[in-house]
């Protein structure tokens, strides 16, 4: 969420939308001599159950070993699952293409409380759009004081959108995008 709704291009790297973790690979498992193949493996688009050892990455053989969640954590079955980190990059890619203020927008912190990081994003004559991201593991309060808000995307399944203040807490890692009405 930080990443797609900060000022700038953003820029995703490999398996990132889907949630991939970097590989654990033994020296002797290195080929790449520019050192890159410790940091991400090929991305999963089937489980190996079904497209086998290639995840549909490949027909051959690949290089590297795929994730060991690959079962698991693979584009097929991201695709129908409405939590998965893939549907949250689609829904944060589709706001950010819908919402002028993201991608040109100035940026404005806010004073939040210990382990949340809040934004507000301007743009002239457009509605505004706050950011308020928990990076602590507990509960934290979340306050920002607005006419009008609409929950536009939250990271865990319960809404807790209100109008007026935003002030119910934030869950352990929870992030919240709202489109705010003056």
Same mark, same amino acid.
């Given at each position: 969420?930080?990443?797609?709704?900060?000022?700038?291009?953003?820029?995703?790297?490999?398996?990132?939308?889907?949630?991939?973790?970097?590989?654990?690979?033994?020296?002797?498992?290195?080929?790449?001599?520019?050192?890159?193949?410790?940091?991400?493996?090929?991305?999963?688009?089937?489980?190996?159950?079904?497209?086998?050892?290639?995840?549909?990455?490949?027909?051959?053989?690949?290089?590297?070993?795929?994730?060991?969640?690959?079962?698991?954590?693979?584009?097929?079955?991201?695709?129908?699952?409405?939590?998965?980190?893939?549907?949250?990059?689609?829904? !944060? #890619? /589709?706001?950010?293409? %819908?919402?002028?203020?993201?991608?040109?927008?100035?940026?404005?912190? *806010?004073?939040?409380? &210990? @382990?949340?990081?809040?934004?507000?994003?301007?743009?002239?004559?457009?509605?505004?759009?706050?950011?308020?991201?928990?990076?602590?593991?507990?509960?934290?309060?979340?306050?920002?004081?607005?006419?009008?808000?609409?929950? !536009? #995307? /939250?990271?865990?399944? %319960?809404?807790?959108?209100?109008?007026?203040?935003?002030?119910?807490? *934030?869950?352990?890692? &929870? @992030?919240?995008?709202?489109?705010?009405?003056?």
């Amino acid at each position: 969420m930080l990443l797609l709704t900060l000022r700038g291009t953003p820029f995703i790297y490999q398996g990132e939308e889907l949630g991939l973790r970097d590989l654990d690979l033994h020296e002797n498992a290195l080929t790449d001599i520019d050192g890159r193949d410790p940091e991400r493996g090929p991305i999963p688009w089937h489980p190996p159950s079904i497209a086998g050892n290639g995840c549909g990455f490949t027909s051959g053989e690949p290089w590297l070993p795929l994730n060991a969640d690959a079962e698991t954590c693979n584009v097929d079955a991201q695709l129908t699952w409405r939590e998965s980190m893939l549907s949250l990059y689609r829904t !944060l #890619l /589709s706001i950010r293409n %819908a919402q002028r203020v993201l991608q040109a927008g100035d940026q404005e912190w *806010l004073d939040t409380h &210990e @382990g949340v990081l809040g934004y507000r994003r301007t743009l002239a004559n457009e509605f505004e759009i706050v950011v308020l991201l928990n990076f602590s593991n507990e509960l934290r309060p979340a306050s920002v004081k607005a006419e009008s808000t609409r929950l !536009l #995307l /939250s990271t865990v399944a %319960a809404d807790p959108a209100q109008d007026g203040e935003m002030k119910s807490p *934030l869950a352990a890692n &929870e @992030g919240r995008t709202y489109l705010v009405c003056s």
